[in-house]
């Protein structure tokens, strides 16, 4: 059964610092695809970023980058030199084409606080 | 600006009674979901549905229905609500898979209470 592991439940910075946000997956499914969203204050969720199982090609978007290995199961999020509007809980998801592409299932989520 | 909503976004009911939370989207995508937020679970998938007159359980979907008989709404009914379905709940849809990012799109929330 897939199964998606935030193990740190919360994490405080400062500002400027950076931060690593853990995810480690379990599926036995060899097409799946991995997801972040983030959930600030307000509520709503916000997509980040989809990889599939074939491209393991480490993604930079500007702070934000995610470094994807098949090897530990593991697909994490570094905020390069944080800012307090990066204050919000983190979610890693799985989703697997065998049980459907969209379906997706989330980790426990991460609550990142950028202290000023 | 297409969109997804959901209403109420605050509800308090008793045990017992049946609620409906309403979920309206107008992007005409196919893929429409429900999900529950609970702390220390995450978010957890009710049920979901690919068109119009398909629904399928997602991992909790005891105490829950959901019907499509529009491409736009998926209302979500807890048909005698009990105390453990107080959470937030989510509604998202996306498009087919062919083609899309596998962006879901978030409505605000609702939160449930019941008494």
């Known amino acids: 059964a897939q199964k998606v592991t935030q193990a740190q439940t919360e994490i405080s910075v400062v500002e400027k610092e950076d931060v690593t946000l853990d995810c480690v997956y379990e599926t036995r499914d060899t097409t799946y695809y991995l997801f972040w969203y983030k959930q600030p204050p307000s509520g709503e969720l916000v997509f980040l970023i989809r990889?599939?199982?074939?491209?393991?090609q480490n993604e930079i978007s500007g702070r934000y980058s995610w470094n994807f290995q098949k090897s530990t199961s593991s697909f994490n999020f570094t905020i390069t030199a944080s800012q307090v509007v990066d204050s919000a809980v983190y979610f890693c998801?799985?989703?697997?084409?065998?049980?459907?592409?969209?379906?997706?299932?989330f980790g426990t989520g991460t609550r990142l606080t950028v202290i000023p | 600006d297409a969109e997804i909503t959901q209403s109420p976004r605050h509800k308090i009911t008793e045990t017992g009674r049946q609620v409906t939370l309403a979920c309206h989207q107008t992007w005409n995508h196919n893929n429409m979901f429900w999900y529950r937020q609970d702390l220390g679970h995450g978010l957890r998938l009710i049920h979901y549905?690919?068109?119009?007159?398909?629904?399928n359980k997602g991992e909790v979907s005891d105490g829950y229905s959901v019907s499509r008989s529009n491409t736009e709404d998926l209302p979500l009914t807890l048909e005698s609500a009990a105390s453990s379905q107080t959470s937030v709940y989510f509604c998202?849809?996306?498009?087919?898979?062919?083609?899309?990012?596998?962006?879901?799109?978030f409505g605000e929330g609702s939160r449930l209470t019941v008494l």
């Open positions: 549905s690919y068109g119009v007159q398909d629904t």
């Open positions: 990889r599939n199982s074939f491209d393991e």
């Open positions: 998202a849809s996306s498009p087919l898979l062919t083609g899309n990012t596998g962006e879901l799109f």
């Open positions: 998801a799985l989703s697997e084409a065998g049980t459907g592409a969209n379906n997706l299932f």
